[in-house]
């Protein structure tokens, strides 16, 4: 069964160090996905990108955030200098089509941050 | 009031016991309504999409009320497997899904 895949699981960072989480999403998705689930929270939206541009994004996703689609497989985060409060599990997700539609998020397993 | 209310729970209930979530949003745009589940440390999966005539998967039955800006979802002879947390899910205008915190369920022996 296809899935998405994120990499790495785990990743604990210095505060201020750059973070790079990948994503692989399912290979003929369009629609691609970053959330983020601080630990007892909720699974909080940040970003929507589609034909190589953000077509959504929340509060949250400031400039110390971007996403990046540097190939035809990868979809990728980027935090610039990372804070504690930035410390979460992030999840990719990938549509086929627009989430209006039909609803189903393909998620990843998800990459734990940790800041320190 | 928040976009998306759940209330957290824990929701204990008996195996075999019927059971009924609901879920409250503010936008009245709002277009399309999804239950989705999500296991401890897991990722969130698809459960069922709410259709406004409702409609039932098996032992899952989801409603849509837009009058009064809510949606539930009612779980018949709870499993222990149906231990986990369902997240409420809407759509508005963009593509975006916006969740609510969850309710957490726990089937007891």
């Known amino acids: 069964e296809p899935e998405v895949t994120q990499t790495p699981s785990h990743q604990v960072t210095q505060m201020g160090q750059e973070v790079i989480l990948r994503c692989v999403p399912i290979?003929?998705?369009?629609?691609f996905y970053w959330y983020r689930q601080i630990l007892g929270q909720k699974v909080e939206f940040l970003v929507s990108f589609y034909n190589n541009e953000i077509s959504e994004k929340s509060e949250i996703f400031d400039d110390q955030f971007s996403v990046e689609r540097p190939d035809g497989s990868n979809f990728t985060l980027k935090i610039r200098s990372t804070k504690l409060e930035d410390s979460a599990m992030y999840f990719c997700?990938?549509?086929?089509?627009?989430?209006?539609?039909?609803?189903?998020?393909?998620f990843g397993e998800g990459s734990r941050l940790t800041v320190l | 009031r928040k976009e998306v209310e759940q209330d957290p729970g824990p929701f204990n209930v008996p195996e075999g016991a019927t059971v009924a979530f609901n879920c409250t949003y503010s936008?009245?745009?709002?277009?399309?309504f999804f239950w989705y589940r999500q296991d401890c440390r897991k990722e969130p999966k698809l459960l069922m999409s709410v259709y406004s005539s409702g409609n039932e998967d098996g032992r899952f039955t989801a409603q849509l009320n837009r009058a009064s800006q809510y949606i539930s979802l009612l779980i018949r002879d709870s499993k222990l497997s149906d231990s986990a947390t369902y997240l409420c899910g809407l759509t508005g205008g963009g593509n975006k899904l916006t969740f609510g915190t969850g309710t957490q369920l726990k089937v007891e022996l």
């Open positions: 936008n009245s745009a709002s277009q399309s």
């Open positions: 997700a990938s549509s086929e089509s627009r989430v209006t539609n039909t609803g189903e998020l393909f």
């Open positions: 290979s003929n998705h369009l629609y």
